[in-house]
């Protein structure tokens, strides 16, 4: 394998494979750079959807979007999205945050993209949680946040991870918060989880921390959830249509346990702000599963 890595801080291209029929000493070395280098570029694979879907699978097991539909494409395995003139998820993300156990990895696939534009950009979450100060990495360390899926019209689905998170093979510590899904910080007043999370947000896309890919149709991209973000540019014309096959998650580990409790305005409900309220009813909704498996048991 050929392999050039792209920026300093993360990706790199790889020839030299076929991956519609990788061997299993070819697939521990794509999974040992994957690790090394945080999001890989395959150009010129030109897979069909069953070698993409097959490819996919030596990451883990494979999991449908759970709140946007594919009509175009039958595989329940692939998400597809297809857009003109732009209509991408350009705000800096990790996948599907807002579910108790956010996707590990993307395969993606470039279907059909524009000759200009539609570029895609990722971010090294470890390097935006090893670059803060020592006391702003101490506070980052206590804390959670709740995530939603308010970008599909669904707020009410949410979960509280970590901010910092451990991941279960570097050991490393990377940030956690994103700007498309986060919209709390747990244990804060809202205006305080404001100003900390519009920090981290954007200091989490610093474009030292990033690289940006141009597409070429029949490119597989991977990437790992656990320790990038990624962002699409919403500046071409032409049909843009990508396949996504996507491995299911696992439970965000915090480096440490949070030191605070939630904070919730005292008094009466109405001075809870929007976020408040999804804390709060998260919080209660966790209290009462936990309370009726504990009968269960
Ligand atoms: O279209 C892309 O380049 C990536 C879109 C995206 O955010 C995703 O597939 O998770
Ligand atoms: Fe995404």
Redesign the pocket.
């Known amino acids: 394998m050929e392999i050039t890595p792209l920026a300093p801080s993360l990706g790199a291209e790889i020839r030299g494979v076929a991956l519609g029929h990788v061997s299993a000493p070819e697939m521990e070395r794509i999974k040992a750079l994957l690790t090394e280098h945080l999001v890989l570029f395959f150009p010129d694979q030109h897979l069909t959807v069953d070698d993409h879907v097959g490819f996919a699978r030596h990451f883990g097991l494979l999991e449908a979007h759970p709140n946007l539909a594919s009509p175009e494409c039958d595989a329940p395995e692939i998400?597809e999205?297809m857009a003109t003139h732009g209509g991408?998820?350009d705000e800096w993300?990790s996948?599907i945050t807002f579910q108790p156990e956010p996707s590990k990895f993307?395969i993606?696939n470039?279907v059909k993209c524009p000759a200009v534009g539609?570029d895609?950009m990722w971010a090294n979450m470890y390097k935006a949680y090893d670059e803060l100060s020592p006391p702003l990495r101490d506070l980052c360390d206590g804390l959670t946040a709740l995530h939603d899926a308010h970008p599909h019209g669904r707020p009410e689905q949410t979960a509280i991870h970590p901010v910092v998170r451990v991941h279960p093979e570097t050991g490393r510590k990377s940030l956690f918060v994103n700007e498309h899904f986060t919209r709390r910080i747990v244990e804060m007043r809202h205006e305080e989880s404001d100003m900390l999370l519009g920090h981290l947000t954007h200091w989490a896309t610093n474009p030292r921390f990033t690289v940006r890919y141009h597409?070429t149709k029949g490119t597989i991209?991977i990437w790992d959830n656990r320790c990038t973000q990624?962002f699409?540019l919403n500046d071409f014309d032409e049909e843009?249509v990508?396949q996504?096959a996507t491995v299911m998650g696992d439970v965000p580990e915090a480096g440490s346990p949070p030191r605070w409790p939630a904070w919730m305005p005292g008094g009466f409900t109405g001075a809870m702000g929007r976020h408040d309220r999804q804390v709060n009813r998260h919080l209660r909704r966790e209290a009462k599963d936990l309370e009726s498996n504990s009968r269960d048991d």
């Open positions: 998400f999205l991408v998820a993300h996948d993307a993606l470039m539609g895609t597409w991209a990624h699409v843009r990508i996504r």
